[in-house]
């Protein structure tokens, strides 16, 4: 008898503390352009709250339909508005609001190869040229509208490869698989090799890039502290060292 008891509260106690460390962590979901931010971001947060930040990242239209189906995702930074609203419409998130403006820049990693005002793009001679899959991530979405101010979208087809995510874009222009792409500011702004051009503001709609608090984390105070932690003037600092705009 006295052994029975004596299992059932280590089990007791066992299930507490399982409790305590879910209790203690957020599943976050974030877009792939937004990973080295957000592993800053979630070291600063730990630091500061004690709560552990496990995040997945992806592209936006992805990480978007896995929520929608289920995945156990509790915070969403997207790389877009359109999705958070969505979720917000459908009474699946809460509280949305801007944590970044991602900025497009074209990045190739050979030195001199892009110039400082895109020309390549029309006089170029690479073979391929990476964006991100504009069905997926905003980031392509953004790279087209540039191709389609030159009037170079229909021309340059054949030479577009694309990438699930901005952060497959990236690898296959540092891999050297593709010549030059547009991607993330962020990606390439610490680094000190190749050669880009930041695409005038002017030349694609904004990335607003929006988080929501999802339905799933509405009970879980990590969920809830990351959310008011977002919005602090130390991850605004953060933001803005990875080449994101904060207004």
């Known amino acids: 008898m006295r052994q029975q008891?004596?299992?059932a509260l280590l089990s007791f106690l066992f299930l507490a503390l399982a409790g305590q460390v879910a209790a203690g962590e957020v599943k976050v979901a974030v877009a792939a352009n937004f990973t080295a931010a957000m592993k800053e971001i979630a070291k600063a947060f730990e630091a500061e709250t004690g709560y552990r930040a496990l995040v997945s990242f992806g592209s936006t239209g992805k990480l978007?339909?896995?929520?929608i189906h289920g995945a156990p995702f509790e915070v969403f930074l997207a790389a877009d508005q359109v999705r958070p609203q969505r979720l917000e419409d459908e009474?699946?998130?809460s509280g949305r609001f801007t944590y970044a403006t991602g900025k497009l820049v074209l990045w190739s990693k050979l030195p001199d190869y892009v110039d400082a005002e895109g020309k390549v793009l029309a006089?170029?001679?690479f073979n391929r040229l990476a964006i991100a899959n504009p069905k997926t991530a905003p980031y392509g979405?953004?790279?087209?509208?540039?191709l389609s101010k030159f009037?170079?979208?229909?021309k340059l087809t054949s030479k577009l490869v694309r990438g699930d995510s901005v952060?497959?874009?990236h690898q296959f222009v540092a891999s050297g698989n593709a010549q030059a792409g547009f991607v993330a500011l962020a990606q390439v702004v610490l680094r000190s090799d190749g050669s880009s051009w930041k695409v005038p503001q002017d030349l694609y709609t904004p990335i607003r890039q929006d988080a929501v608090l999802l339905k799933t984390g509405d009970d879980n105070p990590a969920a809830v502290a990351l959310i008011s932690f977002l919005k602090s003037s130390r991850v605004q600092s953060i933001v803005r060292q990875f080449g994101y705009g904060t207004d």
Not at 141 to 146: P, S
Not at 151 to 154: A, F, T
């Open 5 to 7: 008891v004596y299992r």
């Open 64 to 67: 978007y339909t896995q929520i």
């Open 91 to 93: 009474g699946k998130a």
């Open 123 to 125: 006089e170029g001679d």
């Open 141 to 146: 979405v953004a790279a087209m509208e540039v």
């Open 151 to 154: 009037e170079l979208d229909k």
């Open 167 to 169: 952060t497959q874009t």
